[in-house]
């Protein structure tokens, strides 16, 4: 994470160009509509900031309701930023339906609740096998069955839990079916 968001310096030799910059981000929910006093607009995001560099993990950690799942929501682009801006691979949050499509294919959540993120009625190999076929266009069966399997690879899984349903998962094993998604990268 970057000094601002965390107080300290970087001392690695790592590329610190941002990946994703959070700058001065304000959210803001409207107010009720009453019959002749509508209530101002609620502020529940004022002046949040941080970057985070390629290869970067960042955990947002915070009291219930002070709005790390707002943060979350707002990088994603479901929700409005009320002023401020967020940037990824220095191009700003879109606003027009095709680059909407380029920034969800590079912006992706890792759910915290591994089991409920997964479809209970897919294959593990069906879930990571959608994003392949959706995302990156691929049609070949085998191909994407490569891809399945190198995923599931990545993330210390055998090739055979492809198969498995997210409720045949033990615990240590349904931790790293979650994480195959995001690792997708693929012709942008």
């Not at 959070?22 to 502020?43: A, C, K, M, N, Q």
């Not at 949040?48 to 955990?59: C, K, L, Q, R, Y």
């Not at 707002?70 to 606003?95: C, E, N, Q, W, Y």
């Not at 879930?127 to 392949?132: G, H, K, L, N, Q």
Request: hydrophobic fraction near 30%.
């Amino acid at each position: 994470m970057s000094p601002r968001a965390s107080g300290q310096t970087a001392t690695s030799s790592v590329d610190r160009t941002p990946l994703l910059v959070v700058d001065d981000v304000h959210i803001s929910y409207p107010g009720r509509r009453r019959l002749f006093r509508p209530t101002p607009p609620t502020e529940v995001i004022k002046g949040v900031s941080f970057d985070v560099g390629v290869g970067e993990t960042v955990g947002l950690v915070g009291e219930s309701g002070s709005g790390k799942s707002t943060i979350g929501k707002a990088v994603l682009g479901l929700l409005p930023v009320t002023s401020g801006s967020i940037t990824f691979d220095g191009r700003p949050m879109p606003t027009d339906r095709q680059a909407t499509k380029w920034y969800r294919h590079n912006v992706q959540a890792v759910f915290q609740d591994p089991v409920s993120s997964l479809n209970p009625t897919m294959t593990i190999g069906a879930t990571i096998a959608e994003p392949i076929r959706r995302l990156l266009g691929a049609t070949d069966r085998r191909e994407i069955t490569s891809q399945v399997h190198d995923l599931l690879d990545a993330v210390g899984l055998p090739a055979r839990q492809a198969h498995s349903y997210p409720s045949e998962l033990s615990g240590d094993s349904d931790s790293g079916s979650r994480s195959p998604g995001p690792s997708l990268r693929g012709p942008v």
